[in-house]
């Protein structure tokens, strides 16, 4: 090839030559295109050839053109002039292009590499598995770069992540080592690339390329690239985690509304036929009917509260507040109750022109009926319940005072726990011991207090606070 | 004699069970359809007079079916659902119910509700018609004409449009509304009537979000304003 490139130099010299010793014209002109002609070899092809074209032009040139012609010897010192010119213009010519060739070459590597992240890009599995991910690159990274061997060590499992036998070049303990280092390192002579990885100031570990090595600026957005994606792969883990752990909290939520479902299917065929067989039983049957039915209701009730307690342990009530008018929740509770109060004196005292509670109100009803249920409970039977309202600092605290025997201090606190019943009432069977408990669920949903105030032997009385509505004024 | 023909659409065979045998020792003539899709094709067969359907069926929910069967009839609906919220009842009675149970129910709960569903005041109380510009409403052969257009109400929507129309100009409390239309038992369902009234305001109404017909007494009731106030 290079000696296919000399002949071919000195041809075209003789070509010039040829040329102008058929059409007769001056020196000058003969000198310039041999000139042109160096000029040419020097810029294509390079120093070397353009020496031995300058050499054989000036040999020609002097023999068939300067005078004495014929002769290669030169009297007149301008062709010292004319030889010395060709050879500068050989060598400056031939070093501009050189470093013009070299420039290029240098751009087509570069632009390899980059094509070459580009590839290693887009073949990235991006996983929602950390592990996974880097185990991937570790040969994707080989395969793309052409190395020998890829090792990478993840702090965050610590594991050595390895392409092959080959990668054995570089130790565990050099990745360990290489870790806590700011900077890559490129030894050519060993043939390896060593880089940490990390994001920002976090190492997250380090990676070593072993064989052809690409630039070290390369191997810089190698490192920078794995620990992007780690980080990405982590991101994913993370959040498929809280997907997983909020389909967990649906699936409760569902599940709860299914067992509602399914307690309340069987009950409501019960209750149909026994109150079906009441209504047309005679009076020996009527006594046992009629605990049937009770009975039913208190399996109903139970059920309702074990679901409603569950639903708030899970963070599952859904509030819809909106203003509501206090004296309607308290009558409507009363109206729920009208069984359970018809042999108790209930007086209620709402202040007129009291504001609407913000609330949920099917919830805040619930709690108004949970307070006076537990009065009915735990009082004499036929004792006076008061049902009062007022707008206490901003807030509509609602109240049931009882004159029931009252609570003991120390009891005070216990009685909104779950299945907490007052030492009095421990082997009374009635109610579930939750009623309190889901009112201060409900309330505590509301971001609202609730407590309760008692004189041993005078009674008790139960409150919670609603936030006033801003809009209006009614009751 | 039959006191009427009732469908009762239910997934759990007990409940269908109980339910015929009560109904039937009451006068009922009950069908029982196991689905909603059940339901709504033994309905144009049938004819019942009142369907009783649950809320919460696999396949065609209770909803579903009560919106499909409202598209094709005024037969009374009754909803029968586990479930007790506010938010629960609104949306049967928005889809197109005329009542709402929950279970577990008391049968004289249910006959009283059977009863008021199927009940219908004898259109000689009240007034004979209602004219003004953009409404019509003939009370005899339960015609009502809205901007120009003919309106089909559900019974329980006709009923509450005669009260409200013979009160003219008087608010109407809540209560009162609630017996007249649904019967003595009822008095404590102010939702019932925020649903029926928007409904009935979406149909005469030319702007339902600001009435001139039916007007909102708040904390009270509703007032009728024929266009002579208006």
């Known amino acids: 090839m290079k000696a296919l490139r000399f002949g071919l130099s000195v041809l075209l010299v003789a070509a010039v030559l ?25 810029a294509w092809w390079g120093l070397a050839e353009a020496t031995v074209a300058s050499v054989a032009a000036v040999l020609g040139f002097n023999y068939w053109f300067l005078p004495p012609v014929g002769t290669l010897t030169i009297q007149d010192p301008q062709n010292w002039v004319a030889l010395l010119v060709f050879l500068a213009t050989a060598v400056t010519a031939s070093q501009l292009s050189e470093r013009g060739r070299r420039r290029a070459a240098e751009a087509e590597a570069r632009r390899t590499e980059i094509e070459r992240l580009y590839a290693l890009v887009q073949s990235m599995m991006f996983s929602g598995n950390a592990r996974k991910t880097i185990r991937e690159f570790v040969h994707t990274v080989v395969r793309v770069f ?29 990745l360990l080592a290489e870790a806590e280092i700011e900077d890559v390192s490129v030894d050519s002579g060993r043939e390896v690339a060593l880089g940490p990885v990390r994001l920002g100031l976090r190492p997250l570990g380090s990676m070593a390329l072993i064989g052809r090595l690409p630039s070290e600026q390369m191997v810089r957005a190698i490192v920078n690239l794995i620990a992007l994606t780690i980080e990405r792969a982590r991101a994913l883990e993370e959040a498929s985690h809280a997907e997983a752990a909020r389909q967990g909290e649906v699936l409760k939520s569902a599940l709860l509304d299914s067992l509602a479902h399914d307690i309340k299917t069987p009950l409501t065929s019960i209750k149909a036929a026994v109150t079906s067989l009441l209504s047309s039983s005679d009076h020996s049957e009527r006594e046992l009917l009629t605990i049937i039915n009770e ?15 569950a639903r708030i342990e899970a963070g599952k009530l859904h509030l819809e507040k909106r203003p509501v008018a206090v004296a309607e929740l308290i009558s409507g509770a009363l109206a729920d109750l009208a069984p359970a109060i018809q042999n108790r004196p209930v007086k209620v005292r709402v202040p007129d022109g009291l504001p609407a ?92 207090r609730i407590w309760v105030e008692s004189e041993p032997g005078q009674g008790s009385a139960f409150y919670f606070s609603l936030a006033a509505s801003p809009g209006g004024r009614h009751t | 004699m039959s006191a009427g023909k009732i469908l009762v659409v239910d997934d759990d065979p007990q409940i269908r069970r109980v339910m015929k045998a009560t109904l039937v020792g009451h006068n009922y003539e009950v069908i029982e359809a196991r689905t909603g899709e059940d339901a709504l094709e033994k309905t ?27 598209a094709g009839s005024d037969i009374p609906v009754i909803i029968l659902s586990v479930r007790n919220s506010e938010k629960d009842k609104v949306a049967a009675l928005d889809a197109g119910a005329d009542d709402y149970v929950t279970k577990p129910f008391s049968i004289e709960e249910l006959l009283a509700r059977i ?33 120009s257009k003919d309106v089909r109400l559900t019974p329980k929507e006709f009923e509450l449009l ?20 649904w019967g003595p038992d009822y008095g404590d369902e102010p939702e019932y009537l925020r649903v029926f009234v928007n409904q009935l305001r979406k149909k005469i109404e030319a702007n339902p979000a600001k009435p001139k017909y039916i007007l909102t007494e708040p904390w009270l009731g509703y007032r009728f304003v024929g266009s002579t106030e208006g």
Not at chain 1, 404 to 414: A, F, L
Not at chain 2, 45 to 62: F, I, K, R, S, T
């Open chain 1, 295 to 309: 009975e039913t209701d208190r399996l109903n009730r139970l059920a309702a509260e074990v679901i409603e307690m």
């Open chain 1, 146 to 174: 052409g190395c020998r061997a890829a090792a990478l060590y993840y702090r965050s499992t610590e594991e050595f992540f390895r392409s092959g036998p080959e990668s054995n070049v570089v130790t565990d303990h050099e």
């Open chain 1, 18 to 42: 040829a040329l102008y010793r058929a059409v007769h014209v001056n020196n000058t002109t003969v000198a310039l295109s041999l000139l042109l002609a160096i000029l040419g070899i020097s």
């Open chain 2, 162 to 181: 005669r009260y409200l129309v013979a009160h003219a100009g008087k608010p109407v409390t809540h209560r009162e509304l609630l017996q007249a239309v």
């Open chain 1, 357 to 448: 509670a913000e609330a949920d109100h099917d919830f805040a009803m619930q709690v108004v009926k949970h307070f006076v249920e537990n009065a009915v409970k735990y009082t004499p039977e036929g004792s006076p319940i008061d049902v009062s309202a007022e707008l206490k600092s901003g807030k509509i605290v609602i109240g049931v005072t009882d004159r029931g025997p009252g609570i003991e201090e120390n009891e005070r606190v216990r009685i909104f726990d779950k299945f907490y019943r007052g030492r009095r009432h421990r082997f009374d069977t009635k109610g579930t011991g939750m009623g309190l408990a889901i009112a201060k669920g409900i309330v505590e949903a509301h971001g609202e």
């Open chain 2, 115 to 147: 009863r008021a569903a199927l009940r219908r005041t004898s259109p000689e109380s009240g007034p004979p018609a209602f004219h003004s510009d953009d409404l019509e409403i003939d009370f005899q052969s339960r015609r009502v004409h809205a901007r």
């Open chain 2, 44 to 70: 144009p067969q049938e004819m019942p007079n009142l369907v009783l359907l649950d809320m919460n069926m696999p396949g065609m929910g209770g909803l579903e079916t009560c919106r499909a069967l409202r």
